[in-house]
């Protein structure tokens, strides 16, 4: 007995020194406004608590009460469960920022992904299901987790999250670090007119073609209303491989609100850090090589927040990705940053420093409250009514990830708005609804005077594979020649239809132009499709039992990732195939994921679900169930 009551004595002792691990404050500002939360590991709380402080009052000055909980966090999930506590309380939660030391979850089996990504939806997105699996042996905060078999696969944040986290393993070093950049967010006022922006773009990210380059600086225009009219107020740096003393330099002009920087600016990084040179734009766009990789302790992002310049923020990526900046508009009528980076999130997107930080409020929507109001339909419906392609751009992907708008109404915006934005995320919207409307947008895109959009419609023709876009494709082939980019795409996209009907398309335009050299042309376009493709040549070794299941699984995996509709059937076949090798058949699978647009989907979807209720190996069945949820 005494055993027992001591045995309880001992576990009570546990469960309330693990309780008090975590303290609670809550806000100072007495409001029904929805909530933020700073979350601080106890030792950099013990060294920043007054900065804290400090930063806690700037952001309730700014209309929104703030928590803050610290203390020590042993896994990601010791801090989510306070998180989805907040959330579902009656004042609910806008966004979340995690200072210094906090655990950083590790994903991976995301949407096909192999390798473990570091990634804050683990906390920013309650839809997701995770399963933990273990802490890593040598950096002991990073936590690696698998996504779910049931789980949604769409990413939908709760709220927004940002980290503000120094890259360093010298701790006093993070804390005077982090407490003087709390102070600089402190002491920066909110009230500043976005009107200066920047854009470094280099040729290789446009895969050398001028007139994507010159396109751009057209939608510039749509998206910052309030630049200033001096020459000062865009700038487009020069079209050439290298940027960087152009980038060092602008990043010294202090008046510069915004900078995106896409291309591979690894120079410019290591020449900022190793002068320890001060940032001033108050934004930094890096769609760049991993800057955001936050696993490892010198992720670049870092090297442009924690200095005595002006810069509050940094968004970047854990691994390359292009960055959707259609909404970047938003930033000019002084939406919070955190709201304006929800809206382009992916798995290993992050905001470095205050996600509350905000231009100077130059609406009158009042969007800060009504875009975490996604049940608001008629509210965005009225919205898309307006004259502005910000607000139309907003409405738009508000109605369409709610799912409540259908083709039929978003088909006039992408074929009748004067606005190259607004066409762009209607072409996006439509990609949701995967009908007949969407693939009538893609064919007409591909001739649409904004190349970005002539450049994704020959993505989406790659991802769909219907062959009534063939006419289509063959058009902007032969028309659009000065759009090297789009010429690129479309290339590759052909190498997903059937060889021969292309071969049909292309030499009947050419016979039936005027061109000087269609002969010639002719000749060359036979010539090419006479030969046997890659992707035609893969079907048939991956049909082939006698070559090695390695060979085998490496070859479905390639024609997958090119979308070769053709090969579908025969995928199919081969995991209907009991006696084909499990581990083949799973691979399989998987590899069907990647086509969530394609016109021959249903006929996937029909096959898994057979799949499911037939007495296959519960492993096959577990994998058909994730790819049905990759294909919804």
């Not at 309330?16 to 939360?37: D, G, M, R, W, Y």
């Not at 102070?183 to 909110?190: E, G, I, Q, S």
């Not at 679900?609 to 577990?622: D, M, V």
Request: hydrophobic letters at 35%; proline letters at 3%; glycine letters at 4%.
């Amino acid at each position: 007995m005494q055993k027992f009551l001591f045995s309880i004595l001992i576990y009570l002792s546990i469960t309330v020194c693990v309780h008090s691990q975590v303290k609670i404050e809550k806000p100072t500002l007495n409001t029904n406004n929805k909530a933020f939360v700073i979350v601080v590991d106890q030792e950099t709380y013990t060294h920043t608590q007054d900065a804290i402080k400090a930063y806690q009052k700037t952001v309730e000055s700014d209309g929104i009460p703030t928590y803050v909980i610290y203390g020590l966090f042993n896994r990601p999930d010791d801090i989510k469960k306070e998180l989805i506590k907040l959330h579902k309380s009656k004042q609910s939660l806008e966004g979340a920022v995690f200072i210094g030391n906090i655990p950083i979850p590790m994903v991976y089996d995301f949407s096909g992904h192999v390798t473990a990504t570091p990634s804050d939806r683990f906390y920013d997105d309650l839809h997701l299901n995770f399963e933990y699996i273990k802490q890593d042996a040598n950096q002991r905060n990073l936590h690696y987790y698998k996504l779910q078999e049931s789980s949604p696969r769409d990413i939908n944040p709760s709220f927004y999250s940002a980290r503000i986290y120094y890259p360093t393993l010298k701790y006093d070093e993070s804390y005077e670090a982090i407490n003087n950049y709390l102070l600089k967010v402190a002491h920066t006022r909110r009230d500043n007119v976005l009107d200066h922006v920047v854009s470094s773009t280099n040729r290789d990210y446009y895969n050398g073609c001028t007139t994507a380059w010159k396109d751009e600086l057209k939608v510039y225009r749509e998206y910052f209303p309030f630049l200033v009219k001096q020459v000062n107020g865009l700038q487009q740096l020069a079209f050439k491989t290298d940027n960087s003393t152009a980038i060092l330099n602008e990043l010294q002009r202090k008046e510069v609100d915004l900078f995106l920087i896409r291309s591979d600016s690894s120079s410019t990084i290591q020449t900022t850090a190793a002068k320890k040179l001060d940032t001033y734009p108050l934004y930094l766009i890096l769609d760049t090589q991993p800057a955001g990789a936050l696993d490892s302790i010198e992720y670049t992002a870092g090297q442009y927040l924690f200095n005595s310049g002006n810069t509050i923020a940094v968004q970047a990526n854990t691994s390359p990705a292009p960055t959707d900046i259609n909404f970047s508009g938003l930033l000019s009528y002084g939406l919070r940053w955190g709201h304006v980076h929800n809206l382009g999130l992916t798995l290993g997107r992050h905001l470095f420093g205050d996600p509350t930080f905000h231009f100077a409020v130059k609406d009158t929507e009042k969007l800060n409250e009504k875009i975490t109001q996604q049940e608001d339909h008629e509210y965005w419906k009225l919205l898309l009514k307006k004259d502005d392609p910000i607000y139309q751009t907003l409405a738009l992907f508000k109605l369409s990830s709610g799912n409540t708008s259908s083709s039929e109404a978003i088909m006039p915006y992408f074929e009748n708005s004067p606005y190259r934005t607004v066409r762009l995320q209607a072409l996006h919207a439509l990609s949701i609804h995967k009908d007949k409307h969407f693939t009538n947008a893609v064919s007409t895109g591909l001739g649409d005077e904004y190349e970005l959009i002539a450049q994704q419609a020959t993505s989406y023709a790659r991802m769909i594979g219907d062959t009534v876009l063939i006419p289509s494709l063959t058009q902007a082939w032969l028309n659009d020649k000065s759009r090297r980019r789009v010429q690129q795409h479309i290339k590759s996209t052909f190498e997903v239809f059937d060889r021969n009907l292309v071969e049909k398309s292309l030499t009947t335009a050419l016979h039936n132009s005027n061109r000087l050299h269609q002969d010639t042309e002719i000749e060359s376009v036979k010539s090419q499709y006479s030969r046997p493709a890659t992707l035609e040549g893969s079907l048939k070794q991956i049909k082939d039992r006698t070559r090695p299941k390695e060979e085998r699984i490496r070859l479905v995996q390639l024609m997958t990732t090119y979308n070769y509709h053709p090969g579908i059937d025969g995928i199919l076949a081969i995991i209907n195939d009991k006696q084909e090798h499990i581990e083949l058949r799973i691979a399989f699978v998987t590899a069907l994921g990647t086509f969530s647009h394609s016109w021959k989907r249903e006929t996937i979807l029909a096959n898994l679900q057979i799949l499911l209720k037939s007495k296959a190996k519960k492993e096959l069945k577990i994998e058909a169930e994730r790819t049905i949820n990759r294909l919804n």
